[in-house]
């Protein structure tokens, strides 16, 4: 009796030992992986304007309290004059753009490039605000990493699959559903891509089972990109909460361009 006493009282011993390991280990792991910049003190330039169908003036009212409340300044403009001024770019940390099917002029694309490029200024936008503003702006196009070319059916119901758990932008969040454009997009392949949708073909057929990146972080030389295809208005970010928590994420991320080392993104496609 003892020794089945002894035999149980050892394995009882050995198992709250593995859980205090084990819960140990998730501690350890918690504290290791990377957290989100916190946006107190970043200066911030806020370009909206463009085709009204992607509400840029909605999401300006809709994003300012919330840019302001989590401690970052917030410079606003309806217009892309901004981009050449040159001693007002040194000082940003962020723009945050929503300019769809728009022009913008060689010096305001060139302040804007520089900016990011040379002074590591982050960028993060979404949808046609920025991954379908300047069509005939290639240099533009390569510091995005996509430009839109379709959204066969218009809005429709399609589901965006999570592919990086371990990233702060995604971290915690689900595969989930969403009721907007389905944008298939050119894209850059070396982009870090965090979410993916696949198209079923029921509008283009010839694009049944292509899988096309949703959420996507790069670099253009010194400066963080985000983007995320999301978005195409307020409503169908906010109706799917996630939606929306990426979209704040990855603009917590890219604000720290100037202030954490470049992250590894080139991966090998081919």
């Not at 957290?35 to 330039?45: A, M, N």
């Not at 981009?83 to 305001?108: A, C, N, P, W």
Request: net charge negative; aromatic share 10%.
């Amino acid at each position: 009796m003892n020794s089945r006493r002894k035999f149980i009282g050892k394995i009882a011993g050995a198992s709250a030992l593995l859980s205090s390991t084990t819960s140990v280990k998730a501690s350890v792991d918690l504290l290791t992986q990377p957290v989100l910049p916190s946006l107190e003190g970043r200066k911030i330039l806020f370009t909206y304007g463009g085709w009204d169908g992607h509400e840029p003036k909605k999401f300006r009212d809709y994003m300012t309290p919330w840019l302001k409340e989590e401690g970052a300044e917030v410079l606003l403009f309806d217009n892309l004059d901004c981009y050449t001024d040159e001693s007002l770019m040194k000082e940003i940390d962020l723009v945050i753009q929503i300019f769809t099917m728009s022009e913008i002029t060689r010096e305001q694309e060139k302040g804007l490039l520089t900016a990011v490029k040379e002074n590591g200024t982050g960028m993060a936008g979404w949808h046609g605000g920025m991954g379908d503003a300047f069509r005939v702006n290639t240099e533009y196009q390569y510091m995005v990493g996509g430009q839109w070319v379709a959204h066969p059916g218009g809005n429709i119901d399609y589901k965006v699959s999570i592919s990086s758990n371990d990233d702060p932008i995604t971290r915690g969040l689900s595969d989930f559903e969403m009721t907007s454009e389905q944008y298939y997009m050119h894209i850059d392949p070396n982009c870090n891509v965090l979410a993916t949708t696949r198209f079923n073909g029921e509008h283009d057929p010839w694009i049944n089972g292509c899988t096309m990146p949703v959420i996507w972080k790069k670099s253009y030389g010194k400066g963080r990109i985000f983007y995320t295809s999301l978005g195409h208005n307020l409503a169908h970010v906010i109706d799917q909460p996630s939606g929306m928590t990426i979209i704040k994420r990855g603009i917590q991320w890219a604000s720290a361009s100037k202030y954490l080392p470049m992250e590894s993104w080139v991966t090998p496609k081919y």
